[in-house]
């Protein structure tokens, strides 16, 4: 599986812009890069994907780099409630068996202060 | 929409003891997945089923027996509780085109 390397941790204030980083330099043309975040005893929730191109959603934007060996997770303006820990993951697309799996790393932990 | 349910959300087990996780997802999906969590780690994959009828292991399946029992439901069985059991469980639910994947609330398990 191609891994994907993040920050433990990072620190944001409220209401400014957070940009959480991943490292993904073995990524494969097949690969999506998707981020989930894990709000405490909660399970993990999906946040946004993509593939080559930026994507937005009404929780975030992802920016991917033209080479596709980094991307960036955009929080506009950080609340409180996106105190979490951020997971950025590879995954093919779903063909069935282990390929379409989800495989976590140890994402990066976001503190917002007020 | 209830989503991903998972029964019980908390457990207390002697070692040795045996126990089954319950999953049930209501939106169709053809694959569903039983994760671990220690504390601080991120998630470990423990068994998967891709489709109704078909079942098949994770990174950490040992300790662990799994069943599909239909397309709703997805159970993770502890036949002889260990204290290295000792973890929060979470199931999830993915649709084969719909890639966006949902989880339950997870289940405390505490072996001791």
């Known amino acids: 599986d191609a891994k994907t390397t993040q920050p433990n941790s990072m620190e944001s204030n409220e209401e400014e812009p957070v940009h959480l980083p991943c490292n993904h330099s073995?990524?494969?043309?097949?690969?999506?890069i998707h981020w989930y975040r894990q709000l405490p005893s909660q399970g993990p929730e999906y946040v946004i994907h993509g593939l080559t191109s930026n994507v937005n959603n009404r929780m975030a934007s992802l920016a991917i780099a033209e080479d596709r060996k980094s991307s960036t997770l955009i929080l506009h303006r950080a609340t409180l409630r996106d105190a979490a820990v951020y997971y950025c993951?590879?995954?093919?697309?779903?063909?069935?068996?282990?390929?379409?799996?989800?495989?976590f790393g140890k994402g990066t932990k976001l503190s917002v202060k007020p | 929409n209830a989503g991903v349910t998972q029964t019980p959300k908390f457990q207390v087990l002697k070692t040795g003891q045996s126990m089954t996780l319950q999953c049930a997802q209501d939106m169709n999906h053809n694959s569903m997945y039983w994760y671990r969590q220690d504390p601080g780690m991120g998630l470990r994959l423990i068994y998967y089923s891709a489709s109704e009828g078909t079942t098949d292991k994770g990174e950490v399946p040992n300790g662990y027996n799994v069943s599909r029992l239909n397309k709703r439901e997805f159970s993770l069985r502890l036949e002889s509780a260990a204290p290295s059991q000792t973890s929060v469980y979470f199931c999830a639910s993915l649709d084969r085109i719909n890639t966006e994947a949902f989880f339950g609330q997870g289940t405390r398990l505490t072996v001791v």
């Open positions: 993951i590879l995954k093919e697309l779903y063909y069935g068996g282990s390929q379409g799996n989800l495989i």
């Open positions: 073995t990524i494969s043309g097949t690969d999506y």
